[in-house]
């Protein structure tokens, strides 16, 4: 079942996230991930969100995103990242994604989790 890589990065230092961009692409990749946003183009619709980069990576399944992001080649980049965020960390989540089989079908309610919020698969 895929699963979604979110990240909002804080931007300082343009230049040096663009190099940390194109050297993480490859390792992203290589580890089963596929951009699918990568960007600031994007218009708030609720609320007062105004993230200064979003960049959506879809994996194979949450541990592939555990795998990549533990990986050396990650943590050894991350330093990159961190000059180009004067040193702000990331915000980033892994999300499970729908498994919404080969046709696209609607996803199924299933319940309710712990919280109470409803889960669909």
């Not at 895929?2 to 290589?30: M, W």
């Not at 541990?63 to 050894?76: C, F, L, P, W």
């Amino acid at each position: 079942m895929p699963a979604y890589f979110v990240i909002e990065l804080d931007v300082e230092n343009g230049p040096s996230l663009d190099e940390y961009e194109r050297e993480v692409t490859k390792h992203v990749v290589a580890a089963g991930g596929r951009f699918l946003v990568r960007g600031n183009n994007y218009r708030p619709i609720e609320g007062d969100w105004h993230p200064k980069r979003l960049v959506i990576v879809e994996f194979p399944d949450v541990d592939a995103i555990e795998r990549y992001y533990h990986s050396d080649a990650n943590q050894t980049l991350k330093k990159t990242r961190l000059a180009g965020t004067a040193g702000k960390p990331a915000k980033a989540v892994a999300i499970q994604g729908l498994d919404l089989g080969e046709n696209g079908a609607t996803p199924q309610y299933v319940g309710v989790d712990s919280s109470g919020a409803a889960v669909w698969r």
